[in-house]
């Protein structure tokens, strides 16, 4: 890769951000043809394809993802050195991918979208489904950041603590059990809906229950949280969730919460990103405005233990 232009380098490195040989050229303010151009040139200077087709887009090679690996953080440190003082929202044209759940998706995009329309209207945020997976997801540069719970050791990852996920039972108004306090016995007698990011039909609440010398009927799972609260109202099921996702239901009378009959810690939620975008101004900008969302666009009784 002797003698190659860094210019190659920064094409390149726009278009493994965004996923789109289009919008790394509106971002680099370069027509398509001469970003497509570049690519022709890296693939005849590097001996590989580096990006195929894939339905409507485009996919790295192996080569290109290796490539990106070490090119990307010492271009990154560049960008941060020559631009740090010239950073604009308003100028910035950038899609930011984070990997988060429906739930943290409906809590957090509407008023996260009418901040950055007001700053940066030329900035886009692409939903990544999340399984939990977040760390594979941050080291590998598929996402920018990821925002729900978040599970990982790497010394490469930063974790900012957002707030603490509450569980509670749920069913519907009318339930059987929703007239009585809850225990232990009825609780592993109900007919369970498990949210399975997974696919795997057992959670935090079976361990629970093993301790204990129980187990529960799991008669249904779900892969998202839209249709739970449809499912509950419309079924003897009852759940074990996180308040935030069903509170809607509950506060149009459609579900009632009860406290769950055995100590649950609560889920934490976060933001997490690579220290690759540790100092980058636009995740520095991005972050502020996920906090901004938090501390003056949610409602506090969502994030509290609604039982205390």
């Known amino acids: 890769m002797a003698n190659v232009d860094l210019n190659l380098m920064v094409i390149f490195d726009a278009i493994m951000q965004e996923s789109s040989i289009s919008v790394a050229a509106e971002r680099l303010s370069m027509t398509q043809p001469s970003v497509s151009n570049a690519v022709s040139r890296m693939r005849y200077a590097w001996q590989d394809p580096l990006f195929v087709k894939q339905g409507r887009g485009i996919r790295p090679t192996p080569y290109a993802v290796e490539l990106w690996k070490t090119i990307g953080e010492p271009l990154e440190a560049i960008r941060i050195a020559t631009e740090r003082d010239e950073f604009n929202p308003a100028t910035l044209k950038r899609t930011f991918r984070i990997a988060t759940t429906d739930w943290m998706a409906d809590l957090f995009w509407l008023p996260l979208k009418q901040r950055i329309e007001l700053e940066a209207p030329d900035v886009n945020l692409h939903a990544v489904p999340y399984n939990v997976n977040g760390e594979k997801l941050l080291l590998s540069a598929d996402v920018d950041m990821v925002l729900d719970y978040f599970e990982g050791n790497s010394a490469q990852v930063q974790t900012q603590h957002l707030f603490d996920n509450h569980f509670v039972c749920a069913m519907r108004a009318d339930h059987p059990l929703a007239s009585e306090e ?127």
């Open 182 to 308: 809850l225990s232990l016995s009825a609780f592993a007698s109900a007919d369970h809906l498990l949210l399975s990011l997974s696919g795997e039909a057992t959670g935090g609440v079976d361990m629970l229950l093993g301790q204990k010398g129980m187990k529960r009927r799991i008669a249904m799972t779900v892969n998202h949280c839209y249709s739970i609260p449809r499912l509950l109202i419309n079924t003897d099921m009852i759940t074990t969730i996180p308040l935030p996702i069903i509170s809607e239901s509950v506060s149009k009378g459609e579900l009632v919460i009860k406290k769950t009959p055995f100590t649950m810690q609560p889920g934490p939620i976060s933001m997490s990103w690579h220290v690759r975008h540790q100092r980058d101004q636009g995740t520095l900008w991005l972050r502020e405005k996920v906090l901004s969302v938090l501390n003056h666009g949610l409602p506090k009784n969502l994030l509290i233990d609604p039982f205390q």
